[in-house]
């Protein structure tokens, strides 16, 4: 267990739909990352809030959002879902000037019908 | 701008070979240096990592990794590969005192008996 918390472990919804995917960092860690992995794309940086805050963008797409609540669980949402969405997404957790580097959690597993 | 680049996207081996992933990064300071491993449908784990001091860095399940400033490298060796290897790997850097982490492409290994 790495302490970064992922839920559901896996997602299975058509197309059209809108997802909510879930991260507890680990504790005492301030920054939530969010990652995007596909067979054709390789590990995709989304987005990362630091305490509450946004704090970079990376390849997100507008259908997407995310957020991070006063507890530092994060919520990443997925809308107007395409089969191209298909994806493993995961949340990774890091405390300030992450010397010691991420921890990911085990991943949430979507598939788009 | 930072980046790293694993050469080579696939890497086999025979059970008790040599292993080694390689590793360059691209960076204005001296960087932090990372290895992380995926094993199927899991998450990234961290393997070892580089920040200051001893440029040979040892990790989880006997491998470990060299700084070499002078050519940019981090590569990922283990004596002697055992089946339970086969998995993913990433490198990644980052520069000290920030929290962002830029990953390689990932290389994927194989060990066959």
Redesign the interface.
């Known amino acids: 267990d790495s302490g970064v918390t992922q839920t559901p472990k896996h997602l299975i919804t058509a197309t059209g739909q809108r997802v909510t995917l879930r991260c507890s960092p680990r504790s005492g860690d301030l920054s939530v990352y969010w990652y995007q992995q596909s067979l054709d794309q390789g590990l995709q940086f989304l987005i990362q809030y630091y305490n509450g805050e946004e704090r970079a963008k990376g390849n997100i797409l507008e259908r997407f959002s995310a957020q991070q609540f006063p507890d530092l669980h994060s919520e990443l949402n997925l809308s107007s879902l395409e089969l191209g969405d298909s994806a493993l997404y995961f949340c990774a957790s890091s405390g300030f000037m992450g010397g010691a580097g991420y921890t990911f959690g085990s991943g949430t597993r979507l598939t788009v019908v | 701008a930072q980046s790293v680049t694993q050469l080579g996207s696939h890497v086999s081996v025979s059970e008790g070979a040599l292993v080694l992933l390689r590793c360059n990064y691209s960076s204005s300071v001296p960087p932090?240096l990372?290895w992380?491993v995926q094993y199927p449908?899991?998450?990234?784990?961290?393997l070892l990592?580089y920040?200051t001091g001893a440029t040979l860095v040892k990790g989880i399940n006997g491998f470990e990794a060299e700084f070499k400033k002078s050519e940019t490298s981090f590569h990922l060796t283990k004596p002697s590969a055992h089946m339970s290897d086969a998995a993913e790997y990433?490198c990644?850097v980052?520069e000290?005192?920030?929290?962002?982490?830029i990953?390689g492409?990932?290389t994927r290994l194989q060990v066959f008996p």
């Open positions: 932090y990372f992380y449908n899991q998450g990234l784990q961290l990592k920040t990433f990644a980052s000290p005192n920030t929290d962002k982490l990953f492409t990932g």
